[in-house]
């Protein structure tokens, strides 16, 4: 699968990413399934924006290139040995904030890696 650029996402993905960059939301995962060797996972990824729960699998299958499940709901994350829920909101808040941000306390982060929170449900 060819990874896009966020400017080569649609209006509906290029809007909901610049709301997960304003809010900072953050992404909900559910391991759906691990493939009885545990080199691959299935999770679903999904925000919340004003009460409503939104999935955002199509949204990290175009911009991360992640396969979508045939079987279950959700990305085939491929790798073991790391969370790997976090793994993917880490590449996905990287793709999104290039140039890292300012955190709370006023500090520069330059790695933009960090800016979102992920959290298994």
């Known amino acids: 699968m060819k990874m896009l650029k966020i400017e080569q996402l649609d209006t ?4 909901l990413v610049n ?28 925000i919340i924006n004003d009460g409503r729960i939104i999935n955002i699998n199509g949204l990290l299958h175009d911009l991360l290139g992640e396969s979508i499940a045939k079987n279950y709901t959700g990305l085939k994350i491929s790798g073991c040995g790391m969370d790997m829920l976090f793994n ?34």
């Open 88 to 121: 993917t909101v880490y590449r996905f808040s990287s793709l999104i904030m290039p140039d890292g941000f300012i955190r709370d306390d006023g500090t520069k982060e330059s790695n933009g890696g960090y800016y979102l929170e992920s959290q298994q449900i």
């Open 19 to 46: 709301n997960i960059i304003k809010n900072r939301l953050t992404v909900y995962g559910i391991v759906r399934h691990v493939a009885n060797s545990g080199m691959s996972r299935i999770i679903s990824f999904h």
């Open 12 to 15: 509906y993905y290029q809007t």
